[in-house]
């Protein structure tokens, strides 16, 4: 376990995703506009809108994809929440989830990217962040995760608040939340 630092973004990988982001932006200005229109269109319009948003979200996730290889080299094997090491089937975790209505201009923000494993990736699943409640949890990027949850490894991996480095009752509420959406104090079999 160590400290997280993503730090600033590679500059391949800006120039590639500013390409994309212009491409993206025209089909993600109509998905906006049909979107407040849902409840007036005809089904068979509510299809084509869905059948345009599943395009544009595979079209932006093979985008995203391209960050992987960046962020491990800036991270490490490493998931970002649990902080365990993971030699395969790291994810890219979007902090506010992509998923989310307000988030879709996010998908490809290298600052809304994470690593995670799969365990903890689906254990944050959708949470509802957004920008305006982004600073509710803790974030190893932003906040120093590292010092402020311990973990036990022995049978099961749990972790815990550390009392002794908090001493801001607002950032002791964040580690709370924080633990509580990933579920972070449960055990679990680390095989």
């Given amino acids: 376990m160590r400290p997280i630092h993503i730090g600033n973004i590679e500059m391949s990988y800006q120039q590639k995703i500013d390409k994309k982001k212009r491409q993206f932006s025209q089909m993600r200005a109509g998905l906006y506009r049909l979107d407040k229109l849902r409840r007036s269109l005809t089904p068979d319009d509510r299809k084509a809108f869905q059948e345009m948003k599943n395009k544009y979200k595979n079209q932006a996730a093979k985008s995203y994809q391209e960050a992987l290889h960046p962020l491990i080299n800036r991270i490490g094997n490493y998931c970002c929440y649990c902080e365990r090491k993971c030699i395969s089937h790291l994810a890219i975790e979007h902090k506010c989830p992509k998923d989310v209505k307000d988030n879709w201009n ?86």
């Fill in 106 to 191: 996010l998908i490809l923000d290298w600052h809304n990217f994470l690593l995670s494993c799969p365990a903890c990736n689906s254990k944050k699943g959708n949470s509802h962040i957004v920008r305006s409640n982004i600073f509710t949890i803790l974030f190893p990027d932003k906040d120093n995760t590292y010092h402020i949850f311990s973990y036990k490894e022995e049978k099961n991996y749990s972790a815990s608040l550390n009392t002794d480095f908090i001493t801001n009752p607002l950032y002791y509420a964040r580690a709370k939340q924080t633990l509580k959406m990933l579920k972070l104090n449960e055990s679990e079999d680390i095989n």
